[in-house]
């Protein structure tokens, strides 16, 4: 009776250990929060990023992406202002910029596509970034939104799907 129960004692931390992995295990998936609802339509609720995703879009951003919408995605300074030529300037892709206003699919065909040349110097990355590591670059990209930017453009893409 007395080395079962010792036993016991020894096998409880063991035991909750596990209870306590497979609590994160579970939770560490299952998207976070409530299902979203804007201009009452109701979308699932927001799913988190992939950290492995954000780490493989991080160094192609800088790659390709940072000479045009700045190191630390803040764009270039008066984006907003067309160009004499017409031209736009490249925006910000941080919570300041309006990439967050934009479903999902419309921005990976921004990125896979060359811009209108006479509005536009972005080059098209079809054939430079996989389908694969243009999303990574574009989860990257979201992983600098705060909470109501990702939210927003979350809702945007399944409101649109
Ligand atoms: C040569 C400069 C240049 C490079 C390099 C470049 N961009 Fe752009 N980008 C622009 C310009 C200018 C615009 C604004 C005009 C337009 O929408 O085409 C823009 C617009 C965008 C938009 C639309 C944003 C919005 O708010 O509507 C996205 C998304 C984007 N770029 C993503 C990327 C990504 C991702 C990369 C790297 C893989 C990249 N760009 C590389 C110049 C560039």
Known sequence: MLSRLKRFWY???????????????????APSGEPITINGITVPPLS??????????????AQHCASCHGANLEGVPNWKIIQPD??????????SGHTWHHPDELLLSVIAEEGDPSISDMPGFRD????????????????????E????????TARDQ
């Open 128 to 147: 430079i970034l996989t389908d694969e590591e243009m999303i990574a670059v574009l989860t990257f990209i979201k992983s600098s939104w705060g909470q």
């Open 11 to 29: 096998i409880l931390p063991i035991l909750i250990g596990l209870v306590l992995i497979g609590a994160f295990a579970i939770w560490g998936n």
């Open 86 to 95: 017409g031209k736009l300037l490249p925006p910000p892709h941080d919570s």
């Open 48 to 61: 988190t990023l992939d950290p492995k995703v954000v780490a493989q879009g991080e160094p192609l951003y």
């Open 149 to 156: 930017e990702r939210e927003f453009q979350w809702w945007i």
